[in-house]
């Protein structure tokens, strides 16, 4: 029986959105892409996983198409369908960098938060936890608006904001 992974996915476009989906160990990186791609009603595209080390700084290569450069040695790309979880990914808070736009390095960054066994009668993978809005595939200001926790707690006190019609001195 296959151990579950449960994923956490962030965006640095909007800081209210997380999405929890849920994988099996033995689940590609390609299989990971179209899962993620119908989860956010993205079309199709040329995309890249990192994994990553706890500073999110770019590591090892996944690409959707082999791209043919060599053996796969340490540092070249590596196709995302020969690269199954298990393999890659060894403990808990291991993480992902997902490059949906190649050309712009838009990205969502992924970490494992838990290793379980499968539920039983449930299909996977799976949608566990969604909020927020999914920032637009082609328009990185369309997600602008989304602002972030902090920016609706604060608003309230945006109202005041250039109401100086009182005088300052009593």
């Known amino acids: 029986m296959a151990t579950i992974f449960r994923f956490r996915m962030l965006s640095d ?13 033995n689940s ?29 700084e770019r590591e090892q290569e996944y690409t959707y198409m082999d791209m043919g450069m060599g053996d796969g040695g340490s540092g070249t790309p590596k196709p995302m369908e020969e690269a199954v979880l298990a393999d890659i990914l060894h403990h808990l808070h291991d993480r992902l960098i997902y490059i949906f736009d190649p050309f712009t390095q838009r990205a969502y960054y992924i970490e494992l938060i838990e290793a379980k066994e499968p539920q039983k009668g449930m299909s996977y ?25 902090f920016d609706e707690i604060m608003g309230e006190f945006n109202d005041f904001d250039g109401d100086d019609n009182y005088d300052d001195e009593y």
């Open 13 to 25: 476009e909007n800081d209210n959105f997380v999405r929890d989906f849920e994988m099996e160990e």
């Open 28 to 56: 590609t990186l390609l299989q990971m892409h179209e899962f993620i791609i119908a989860m956010l009603k993205y079309d199709q595209c040329m995309a890249s996983f990192y994994t990553a080390d706890e500073r999110w």
């Open 125 to 149: 993978p799976r949608l566990q936890f969604a909020h927020a809005a999914t920032p637009d595939q082609y328009d990185p200001e369309a997600s602008e608006d989304s602002g972030s926790i």
